[in-house]
């Protein structure tokens, strides 16, 4: 008997757990390589290895112990190396912890970007490579996309014309563009009027808190976008600048619903943009910058801002038809119509031309590196980042700082967006060389993974321990021990593809729950992307979507109700059963309140 089927460490694990989820960033940042759903913590299935494998009569001290500070070795104490498989493993949580403790592992998914991001987990790094390479994309693209964002620093300006200069927009001088600030319009619907709406839900830019003064807005003239600071954001201001008045906290959109500022009618938004039947045309209205002299600071939009966005828009339809970016489809889906709704048909709608030239530009520069691996780790990079460089993300006032597109399981279109500088400054969140940052936390992980303990916030390093897996394609070279790691990209209804006489110790695995994520809707805005250089090495990458009949989930969209779900989840499990040895464990997660 093992120690799972006596015991389990819920009560100490739970408060780890807790922890941990509170602190995925830096917890286990191997799995911030890219982005994925429902991941399930390494701390939990690290605690269901374990006592599916440790014998039933270890005590709790023991338990911790291998928990904390040992590298198990499982061959030793079973007196061979177990298997397990993991027929949905999503992100790579399973295999990544199995790893850890000397277990070899099958995981299997049907999303392509899943099993993509498991491999990379695993994959080794040539740090030296990967730098050189990089080195080379900022000096060529990089260069290039940092001056599709550069402004006047206002400070600067008026520095200048203090000193009697004019400004001249020297290089040297500008500053860098942090986030430009968008703004959808529609066309008010009453047909006297028929002028252009911006659909602010706010006139507040950012909420600071002072010790001294209490909270400060930032808030900015929705008649010329002038930009000041006040202390009470629920009373009427008056524009220092054009005298027009305003309430910062009441937006003129909200909950769907626009109020004209023309004609004083209020209509309903969606009703505007079918009456057009495209998205919503939208207006650059302000500037986060950073200035080497004068630091972060916001400002209005000027011609110059919009005459370097105009600059960018100019090249990218020059180059259009030989720039490498996705024109598929959105298909219809549970989350997909969120977009759909809006007329956002193809994934390219979801950015901005400046985005599709810089992202464009820097995933051709990528494909062109040789070596195999390292060019896989920069174009996962690439494409996590894209999570923040499109034109679905919006600002944090409070947080000063840009919020991903999925920080939810949705694509419902902000009516604000703000958009990143794709390359990246000093600061900024979720540019390009900031996702590179994540991607070395993930792999100085990888080399020196570490548990926490939460309560003194120390971490316990165990000797020896290392994320590095021999990935290998057919399964019988887990049995002569000539790779302990097996990636397969397919549904698990069908398993043949195993030999008959592989038997695995156990069988761990976290299924999806009814319809809490629709994964492959959701995973194809990074498909897509991936698509473009994946499809000629990897034949799951060559569909346009990942959108897949056998996908086992719940969404009525798609045609597929409980019934659906429970059945394919029951297929799993049973031919899962088929390849588990006579006493092995099966042991599964399921975290839905709901059911």
């Known amino acids: 008997m093992k120690y799972i089927e006596k015991d389990f460490p819920i009560e100490r694990l739970n408060e780890i757990a807790r922890r941990e989820g509170n602190d995925k960033r830096w917890g286990r940042p191997v799995y911030q390589i890219h982005k994925w759903w429902a991941r399930r913590l390494g701390c939990v299935f690290r605690s269901i290895l374990l006592t599916s494998f440790l014998p039933e009569d270890i005590s709790e001290e023991e338990y911790w112990e291998n928990f904390f500070y040992k590298r198990t070795n499982f061959e030793e104490i079973l007196g061979y190396s177990p298997i397990i498989l993991d027929p949905f493993m999503g992100g790579g949580t399973t295999i990544v912890e199995a790893l850890r403790l000397g277990i070899k592992s099958i995981g299997i998914d049907i999303n392509p970007v899943a099993w993509f991001a498991t491999k990379k987990e695993i994959d080794p790094f040539d740090e030296e490579t990967f730098d050189n390479e990089f080195r080379k994309l900022e000096e060529t693209v990089g260069n290039k996309i940092k001056s599709f964002y550069k402004t006047k620093c206002p400070i600067c300006e008026r520095e200048e014309a203090n000193r009697g200069y004019k400004w001249e927009g020297r290089e040297d001088g500008l500053a860098n563009v942090m986030y430009a600030f968008w703004v959808k319009k529609v066309k008010c619907l009453n047909p006297n009027c028929r002028k252009d709406v911006p659909l602010h839900y706010t006139f507040k830019i950012a909420t600071k808190n002072d010790k001294e003064k209490g909270k400060i807005y930032t808030v900015f003239c929705p008649k010329c976008y002038h930009i000041f600071d006040t202390d009470n954001d629920k009373k009427e201001l008056l524009c220092p600048e054009c005298q027009e008045t305003f309430v910062p906290a009441e937006g003129n959109e909200t909950g769907g619903v626009y109020h004209c500022p023309y004609c004083n009618q209020r209509y309903n938004t969606l009703d505007s943009v079918r009456k057009v039947k495209k998205p919503p045309d939208i207006e650059m209205y302000a500037i986060e910058y950073y200035c080497p002299t004068h ?142 940052e994540k991607l070395k936390r993930g792999i100085e992980y990888k080399e020196k993974p570490f548990e926490k303990h939460y309560d003194t916030g120390k971490r316990a390093y165990i000797e020896g321990d290392k994320i590095d897996g021999a990935i290998i394609n057919n399964p019988k070279e887990l049995l002569n021990n000539k790779g302990d790691t097996m990636l397969v990209c397919a549904t698990s209804e069908d398993l043949s593809f195993l030999p008959p006489n592989l038997k695995v110790d156990a069988v761990i695995t976290d299924p999806p729950y009814y319809d809490n994520v629709m994964y492959s809707e959701i995973a194809d805005f990074f498909y897509v992307w991936l698509r473009l250089g994946l499809k000629d090495r990897y034949p799951w990458f060559r569909a346009e979507t990942t959108r897949n009949k056998r996908e086992v989930i719940k969404n009525e969209v798609q045609e597929k109700d409980e019934n659906y779900f429970l059945k394919g989840i029951k297929r799993v499990f049973v031919e899962s059963t088929k390849y588990l040895k006579e006493n092995g464990l099966f042991v599964f997660t399921f975290v839905f309140a709901q059911y």
């Not at 530009?361 to 996590?384: A, V």
């Not at 399981?409 to 000093?426: C, D, F």
């Open 295 to 436: 630091g972060r600071g916001y400002k209005p939009a000027d011609e110059h801002d919009k005459a370097i966005y105009e600059k960018a828009v100019e090249e990218f339809e020059a180059k259009r038809e030989e720039l490498l970016y996705p024109t598929i489809e959105v298909p219809e889906g549970f989350n997909t119509n969120q977009a759909r709704n809006y007329f956002y048909y193809t994934f390219d709608q979801m950015f901005n031309k400046r985005q599709l030239l810089c992202l464009s530009m820097l995933l051709e520069k990528i494909l062109e590196i040789r070596d195999e691996n390292t060019r896989e780790f920069m174009l996962i990079t690439l494409s996590d980042s894209i999570n923040a460089n499109n034109m679905f993300c919006i600002y944090n006032a409070q947080a000063f700082k840009l919020e991903p597109l999925f920080g939810d399981h949705n694509y419902a279109p902000p009516m604000s967006p703000v958009e990143n500088n794709v390359w990246g400054t000093k600061y900024g969140r979720g540019t390009f060389i900031k996702y590179v």
